[in-house]
T-cell receptor, first 113, second 113 residues
Framework: DVKVTQSSRYLVKRTGEKVFLECVQD?????MFWYRQDPGLGLRLIYF???????EKGDIPEGYSVSREKKERFSLILESASTNQTSMYLC????????????FGPGTRLTVT | GENVEQHPSTLSVQEGDSAVIKCTYS??????FPWYKQELGKGPQLIID?????GEKKDQRIAVTLNKTAKHFSLHITETQPEDSAVYFC????????????FGQGTELSVKP
């Protein structure tokens, strides 16, 4: 079974803090994705990575950056957290050579106060 | 930009009834249409998908239909059961986007026993 794990299920941070969300997958997948999920807006892509050290902006990259130094790990960074970044963050991975299915982690509920 | 619209946002049915969720997409080059199910506290999981060269696909109680001319696709669940209660997301993608998915807004399905 593919397993995608995220470092925290719940996180509370203060405005202005630098926040790191970590995602690890154990299936040697090339592609990894970060989404945020908000009620009524569905899943919106923040950043994705085709492979190690590669990254592409998604639809809403403002205020975020990412890091992929190792194939199994994809980190989302909030440089200076703001209250409008309070959301559910979902990480996903995909085997580039085997179709389009994305495997999701359980999510991190981030609250910025 | 590319967009996927999903309706309804909430759907309540009696156990045993059918449920239908509809999506429309804007990018006529889209050729892959998955449906994901998200149970409470979990990440979304693929339940069925369809490619643009197929009009309908069925897997036990779930089916997806695609109308490429009208640019819409639908999820049909028959003989609904309480365990079908979840949030359902449609998505669209095309071959030259590196597996990037554009998600709909989500439908919260409630199946009442």
């Amino acid at each position: 079974d593919v397993k995608v794990t995220q470092s925290s299920r719940y996180l509370v941070k203060r405005t202005g803090e630098k926040v790191f969300l970590e995602c690890v997958q154990d299936m040697d997948h090339e592609n990894m994705f970060w989404y945020r999920q908000d009620p009524g807006l569905g899943l919106r892509l923040i950043y994705f990575s085709y492979d190690v050290k590669m990254k592409e902006k998604g639809d809403i990259p403002e205020g975020y950056s990412v890091s992929r130094e190792k194939k199994e790990r994809f980190s989302l960074i909030l440089e200076s957290a703001s209250t409008n970044q309070t959301s559910m963050y979902l990480c996903a991975s995909r085997n580039q050579g085997r179709g389009y299915e994305q495997y999701f982690g359980p999510g991190t509920r981030l609250t910025v106060t | 930009g590319e967009n996927v619209e999903q309706h309804p946002s909430t759907l309540s049915v009696q156990e045993g009834d059918s449920a239908v969720i509809k999506c429309t997409y804007s990018d006529s080059a889209s050729n892959y249409f998955p449906w994901y199910k998200q149970e409470l506290g979990k990440g979304p999981q693929l339940i069925i998908d369809i490619r643009s060269n197929v009009g309908e696909k069925k897997d036990q109680r779930i089916a997806v239909t695609l109308n490429k001319t009208a640019k819409h696709f639908s999820l049909h669940i028959t003989e609904t059961q309480p365990e079908d209660s979840a949030v359902y997301f449609c998505a669209a993608s095309r071959d030259n986007q590196g597996g990037k998915l554009i998600f709909g807004q989500g439908t919260e399905l409630s199946v009442k026993p």
